[in-house]
């Protein structure tokens, strides 16, 4: 449906006087229309979203029957494994009572605002009492409603909560009839609508839900993901979408890589670049990304204005894996005296073409940026061995320049062309990951030359400029 802007923008004033008519429409079951819906939605993302802006880290949390057979989460449609089989792997889904208390303090440890919970994965499997499937952990495995353990752990150690809700379904039949049944894709649809409304009313107030697996059903017109997602967001108006049913929602979600989006983005990688379920522990840690990788990760996504969703696979008790821990408490041990350069930075990048940017503002030959208002912060992994590093571009000098984690001052000099920083220490001054944060303070945003067109081809000047 295409409507002019000058209309759009009516209807969003119009709505912008009282939010809360519209969910009071849809609770009635006056469903709004495409073009209102999503004015509904503009109207209020600032809002719904400014805490997710701040937050700029989660952990995403994969667990289910598949972390008893450690083979990854996609391994009943991959191996074609008999459901009976499946179904007798629960036994081995022993989770702990009290796990969830211990992922949400880890979380919070390592520097995360909030999780997202596999609450049903692609198995079909439900980590709550439900009563419209009772294939579930109270029934089966554990005999507990995890979701709720979760949820309350969460809100104990002051995180956000995020339910991760399939749209894909292995074990419910009418799922794979659905593409040539219209009835059995209407019972489906329902189904899927009952199961999420279930999350949103049964366990108080939720902050993200996390579609994912649009496969079969192709888009939002297949899902009728206008009318599902309206009649959620009615349940709890606050509440963040991602873009995974087929309709844009609040954030798209690239997944296992880090690149920048227009729009709100929220990268969701694995910790191992291989499996979100648990695998073997030894093994995998081989495979695992260093707590410097990670905060790179951080950078930039914090730099691109997004979000990094972290996994991680606990074991069949629910416990994570050592090597995990470990890396999160370094995570969290950096951030809690570098998090001034990560969180609630907004996007740095002016212009895109396809997802890269041009930094508006510059660091030295090797560092990461981000920035905020008159400050720049750059993460400096190759600290200099002769005492000196050059940052250049900027049209003025900073009136101060200091390491983040211990507020000391650096010396530096200007020379019209370069900042140039010096009496360094011979090594890294950092000693958590030997990652420093160095931050230049400007009286005012600074005026930026990108300086790396071949300024030395033309007498220091630069080519391209990327701000002002
Ligand atoms: O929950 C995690 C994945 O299981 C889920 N999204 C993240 C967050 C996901 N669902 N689908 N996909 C990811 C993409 C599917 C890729 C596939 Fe394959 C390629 C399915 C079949 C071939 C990779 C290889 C997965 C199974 C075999």
Known sequence: MLVPEKELARIRAEIARDPEAEYEKIRRGDLLDLPRYQCLLD?????????????????????????????????????????????????????????????????????????????????????????????????????????????????????KIGLYSTLMDWHNPDFARSTVDPDARRRFLDYTYELNRELLTNYGKIDILWYDGIFLLDNSIGWDALRMNQRLRALQPHILLND??????????????????????????????????????????????SPQQIVRMLFNCAAGGGNLLLNVGPDP??????????KLRSIGQWLRANGEAIYGIRRKYKRFADGA???????????WVTAQGETVYLGVPFWPKDGSMVVAGYAEPPKRIRLLHNGEELSFRFDGRRIRIVDLPPESPEPILQIPVIVLEFDEIPAYRYAGACAALNNGNTVFSASK
């Not at 994969?62 to 036994?91: M, N, T």
């Not at 929602?249 to 990688?269: A, G, I, L």
Request: hydrophobic share 35%; glycine share 10%.
């Open 244 to 289: 995974r049913a087929g309709l844009p929602e609040d954030f798209t979600t690239p997944e296992e890589r880090v690149v920048p989006n227009k729009q709100d983005w929220e990268s969701c990688m694995t910790f191992n670049q291989i499996s979100w379920g648990y695998v073997d522990e030894k093994l995998e840690r081989n495979y695992q990304y």
């Open 357 to 367: 940017g041009f930094g508006e503002f510059g660091g030295g030959a090797l560092t």
């Open 43 to 159: 109207v209020t993302r600032d809002e719904r979203m400014q805490w997710w802006r701040e937050a700029r880290f989660g952990i995403f949390m994969h667990f289910g029957i598949y972390s008893a057979r450690g083979a990854g989460e996609w391994e009943l449609a991959s191996c074609a494994v008999e459901p009976d089989e499946y179904l007798r792997s629960a036994e081995n889904f022993a989770y702990q009572s009290g796990a969830a208390r211990e992922w949400a303090r880890i979380a919070r440890e390592a520097g995360a605002k909030y999780m997202v919970l596999t609450t049903r994965h692609h198995d079909g499997f439900s980590l709550w009492d439900s009563k419209i499937n009772l294939y579930n952990s109270v029934n089966y495995g554990p005999h507990i409603d995890i979701v709720r353990e979760y949820v309350e752990a969460c809100r104990a150690e002051g995180l």
């Open 317 to 326: 008790t629910g416990k994570f894996p050592d090597s995990i821990t470990e």
